[in-house]
Structure formats: structure tokens, C-alpha cells
């Protein structure tokens, strides 16, 4: 078990990827494997803003649950464009992505912007699900445990609780190409997060981390063994029902 007491999640971030029709199709079919069997694992599913109704229903009365992809800050009011905590919890989330490198870099959002919508996330009633990681050159220089300390310390608000928070480690270079570090490399950030989270807070010991980045049915039971490794973020494999689920069975194994 990766971590004695704590249950797996692996939660399948769709990104900016899907149609309505195969939002359903998707939902459907991991639904009915979800129904055939009792996995050890917490699943989590995230799909882009327009679909979330449509897998809202999709899920209802599964033991799968519903996530965004990002939030913003405020509770309601003049912000074309986006949306809030609050709109996520009303169709049915329960938790939301927010700090994805892809956020940091596209949008340019920094670690305190990501506190601030963790705050208003949790505040809204959802789980926070924090990403962090590295880039290629950052880990190159020797740099990946401070770059991922210092937005641990910054992306997770002073006072939030612990009890709402998941944190991502995703490796930049790691995700979408098929690469991922060695699961030493995996072992010692996951023990470097927890040790960080404990330091501030007792609850530290139980926060799920995941690791995300190139997470496949192949790999997914090697690196959810990883000691502190309790599940994956999912992205390019959780757009087929197959290999998510092949992942959740990764998963399960080291959670039995
Ligand atoms: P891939 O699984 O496609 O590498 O993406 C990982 C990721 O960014 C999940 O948030």
C-alpha cells in the first residue's frame, strides 16, 4: 500500500478534449465497470465546463464523482467567462482542478492566484485539488524539490483545511509525452510533499497526493505502489474508458 490508511483517487482531467456525445458514451461505460466491481479506489471524473451537466447526469447514483477544471476567485459577478466554485458545487461537483501547469502557463496564473482559488473552492464546499511540478530545465538544474516546495507554500492558503486539499505532482515534461520520471525520482518528491504538509499541519499525514504525467494502464500499477503515491491525475488516458479503468486496477493493487 502506498500509503497505510489512505484510499486511492484517480481522477481523469479531460482537458479541453470530448463532445457531448462521447462525454456520454465515456460516462456510460465507466459507470457500468464501475457497477461490475468494487474497486478500492475513489474515482474522479473532470471534464471541460460545458460537459459537466451532461456527465452530472451521466454519474448520478454511481459511486463516481464530478469535477471542474478550474474556478475563480470570487463567489459570483462581472467576469466574462468564467466560473464559480459555487456553479461547480450546484451541478453536482465535489472536487476541482486549479494550479494545472497548463493554467500556470497558458493563463499565466502564479501560485498566489491558485491560493486564492483554492480558498474560494473549499469555501464553496469542494476539495481542492492542487497541481504541482517542475520543468524540464528546472529538474535539469537540480531546482525540483525547491520549484515544487515553493508552490506547495504558495498555491495552499494559510488556514484552509487540510481535510479539503489533494495535491498533483505533474512533472511539466512528464505530462502528454509518454515519459516519466524513475519511481526513485517519484518516491523522493512524494516524501519531500509529505513531509512539507505535515510540517504544517497534522492532517499533512493524510492528504492524498497524486502523481500525474504519462500515467498509463502499463505504468499505473508501478507508480501507484511508489510509497506516498496515492492515486494519479489523468489526462490522455482517461478519455478511454478502457485504459482509465486499467488504471483504477493499478491503482487497487496497491491499495490491497
Ligand atoms: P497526461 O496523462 O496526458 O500526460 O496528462 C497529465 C495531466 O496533465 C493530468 O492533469
Redesign the pocket.
Known amino acids: 500500500m502506498s500509503t497505510p490508511g489512505i484510499r486511492p483517487l484517480v481522477?481523469g482531467?479531460w482537458?479541453m478534449n470530448g463532445s457531448r456525445d462521447m462525454a456520454r458514451k465515456l460516462v456510460a461505460d465507466l459507470v457500468a465497470r464501475a457497477a461490475g466491481s468494487e474497486l478500492p479506489v475513489d474515482l474522479l471524473v473532470c471534464p471541460p465546463f460545458p460537459y459537466l451537466s451532461v456527465v452530472a447526469d451521466a454519474l448520478s447514483g454511481s459511486s463516481l464523482s464530478l469535477g471542474g477544471q478550474d474556478c475563480h476567485t470570487a463567489a459570483a459577478g462581472a467576469h466574462t467567462g468564467d466560473v464559480a466554485a459555487a456553479m461547480l458545487r450546484d451541478l453536482g461537483a465535489g472536487a476541482v482542478?486549479l494550479g494545472?501547469?497548463?493554467r500556470r502557463a497558458d493563463h499565466g496564473e502564479s501560485s498566489g492566484l491558485v491560493a486564492a482559488k483554492a480558498k474560494a473552492a473549499v469555501a464553496a464546499g469542494l476539495t481542492a485539488l492542487v497541481?504541482v511540478g517542475e520543468t524540464e530545465a528546472q529538474r535539469n538544474a537540480g531546482d525540483a524539490e525547491k520549484i515544487v516546495e515553493n508552490q506547495i507554500v504558495e498555491s495552499i492558503p494559510s488556514g484552509i483545511g487540510f481535510a479539503d486539499i489533494v495535491v498533483?505532482y505533474?512533472p511539466v515534461w512528464?505530462?502528454?509525452?509518454?515519459r516519466t520520471p524513475t519511481v526513485a525520482d517519484v518516491a523522493a518528491m512524494h516524501r519531500h510533499i509529505r513531509a512539507l504538509l505535515t510540517a504544517r499541519d497534522p492532517l499533512g499525514a493524510v492528504v492524498r497526493i497524486l502523481y500525474?504525467?504519462?500515467?498509463?494502464p502499463g505504468n499505473a500499477a508501478e507508480l501507484m505502489a511508489v510509497p506516498e503515491v496515492n492515486g494519479a491525475?489523468?489526462?490522455?488516458?482517461?478519455l478511454k474508458a478502457e485504459d482509465f479503468w486499467g488504471i483504477a486496477e493499478g491503482a487497487a493493487k496497491s491499495a490491497s
Open positions: 481522477a482531467n482537458k482542478i494545472h501547469s497548463e497541481c498533483a505533474e512528464a505530462i502528454g509525452t509518454g500525474g504525467g504519462s500515467v498509463k491525475l489523468v489526462g490522455g488516458a482517461s
